[in-house]
């Protein structure tokens, strides 16, 4: 069953200036144009209309890849890696959405990344370990809170570590990106009813390991 | 809602619980849940939690990005150009060892059939080197009398002729892989290996007892009590060696998983 709440995968980057659905269909529409031109384009060779594209989803990219791979520099590495596959297999896009096909290929690298470290295990999320990072402050938020909200950052990237990378891919796609069921099974090449229990799973794994902490999530 | 036994809780379906958290269910294990939900003070704290955690991931905030991703000139053309190890990686391993397991089984399909190789059919050459009556009295099952001489033939070891003074051919079984097994024969037999063989050269031993009563063995059935080489695909002369078998089986395996690798790739681009 599809969330409404959810967004379509071809969503603009700055989907908060989309003021209804009749415009977020335009300026989807619009942005699909966009990127089927730069596409073409960086099918002839051009490397600035690549790296518009870049320019365009590297942030989304990172985001969902960050929160896929604990260790900041292999989700950079992983994302590089993601976006010279895309360089060299431009010819294998064949139309849809270019957010969706980037994050697919982003998706993998970061698999592999994730393979990788099984191996060389790291410090998951450091940088939520070093206490001078704070995650971005709204004017809203005071001293209180914010401790809070750090302390309760840590628990959560710690547990999200900890988790199977299939879970966590799952839950990032879903309740971090937005994407719907349909989308992520697409996207990750299983059934829809292995991202269903991926995603239930992995959130009551999430539960079990926060389960002395959660007094920091209630209320 | 009141409070829950732990043991209670301990035997709600928590699939269903989680499922009902997500919002994911419909009709009646909707109802089951909403019930569990209503009726249990851990199932209803569990689904708040959930949904808490994934109200939480929603939020989690995101490490800076600390580096540019475009690419520069000089990446662009590494991209494009053209590596071993880029070639592995792009075509990935499954693909890679499908082809080279084909290219190998095509390899050993050609020298299987280089005539004279060694590692073409045994059948041909051995059989056509063997006396039709040796053979024929080899392959008789029921020469309980006279010299019998234990010649393979097609591919099955005479293994049946009980009683018969007989006397293998080492040069000739030997390269047809096909020696009498002593311990699959009757007991009678297993003393005819022991006899000292003539060569083939020098004109194989004839079999004492009349050929016409033993019944001319077909190529392609074995003989009762006929044993195989171990490594023998085939168990009859003149079929396939076992190199071509088994490069048949690497190009089967090989195309296999070419074909594999390849879908499982394009999925993931495309």
């Known amino acids: 069953m599809d969330d409404p709440r959810r967004i379509d995968a071809g969503t603009v980057p700055d989907a908060g200036a989309v003021p209804d659905a009749g415009g977020a269909a335009t300026v989807n529409d619009a942005i699909q144009r966009r990127d089927r031109i730069l596409i073409e384009r960086a099918r002839s060779g051009d490397l600035d209309a690549f790296n518009d594209l870049v320019t365009c989803y590297q942030d989304q990219l990172w985001s969902l890849v960050v929160r896929m791979v604990p260790d900041p520099d292999q989700a950079g590495d992983a994302v590089q890696e993601a976006f010279f596959s895309a360089y060299r297999n431009l010819a294998s896009f064949r139309g849809g959405s270019v957010r969706s096909w980037l994050s697919r290929i982003c998706i993998n690298a970061a698999m592999d990344v994730q393979r990788l470290r099984r191996r060389r295990p790291v410090q998951p999320y450091p940088e939520f370990e070093d206490d001078t990072w704070q995650p971005p402050a709204g004017p809203e938020a005071d001293p209180e809170r914010l401790v809070v909200a750090a302390e309760r950052t840590r628990a959560l990237s710690d547990a999200l570590a900890r988790i199977t990378p299939d879970q966590r891919a799952a ?8 994407y719907d069921y349909h989308e ?6 299983v059934s829809l009813g292995t991202v269903k229990s991926r995603i239930h799973r992995g959130r009551l ?4 390991i926060l389960d002395e902490r959660m007094e920091l999530f209630r209320g | 809602m009141r409070p829950s036994e732990p043991t209670m809780h301990d035997q709600h379906d928590l699939d ?5 958290s997500a919002g994911d269910l419909e009709g009646a294990e909707r109802a089951d849940a909403q019930a569990l939900v209503d009726g249990c003070a851990d199932c209803a704290l569990l689904v708040a939690d959930l949904r808490a955690i994934a109200a939480a991931t929603a939020t989690l905030p995101v490490p800076p990005r600390g580096r540019d991703f475009r690419l520069s000139p ?5 991209a494009r150009g053209w590596s071993p190890r880029r070639f592995f990686d792009r075509i990935g391993i499954v693909p890679s060892l499908g082809a080279g397991l084909a290219a190998i089984g095509l390899a050993g399909l050609l020298l299987a059939s280089i005539p004279g190789s060694g590692a073409t059919s045994f059948g041909a050459a051995t059989t056509e080197s063997l006396p039709r009556s040796a053979a024929g009295a080899a392959a008789a ?4 009398t006279g010299t019998a001489i234990p010649l393979p033939l097609s591919g099955a070891a005479p293994a049946s002729s009980a009683g018969a003074t007989a006397a293998p051919l080492p040069d000739i079984v030997a390269p047809g892989g096909m020696l009498p097994s002593a311990s699959a024969a009757p007991s009678a037999a297993a003393s005819a290996v022991t006899a000292p063989a003539p060569s083939a050269s020098a004109g194989t031993p004839r079999a004492a007892g009349p050929p016409a009563a033993a019944p001319q063995a077909s190529p392609s059935t074995p003989l009762a009590g006929s044993q195989p080489l171990p490594g023998s695909a085939s168990a009859t002369f003149g079929g396939p060696s076992p190199l071509a078998d088994v490069s048949l089986g690497a190009i089967v395996v090989g195309i296999v998983l070419l074909v594999l690798g390849f ?4 999925r993931s681009l495309v």
């Open chain 2, 141 to 144: 099952p029921g020469a309980a």
């Open chain 2, 16 to 20: 269903l619980v989680v499922g009902y």
């Open chain 2, 74 to 78: 000089e990446d662009a053309r590494r």
């Open chain 1, 205 to 208: 794994a999430l539960r079990g």
């Open chain 1, 171 to 178: 839950i990032v796609l879903f309740d971090v990106e937005g």
């Open chain 2, 263 to 266: 879908v499982r790739r394009r």
């Open chain 1, 184 to 189: 992520i099974a697409a996207m990750t090449g």
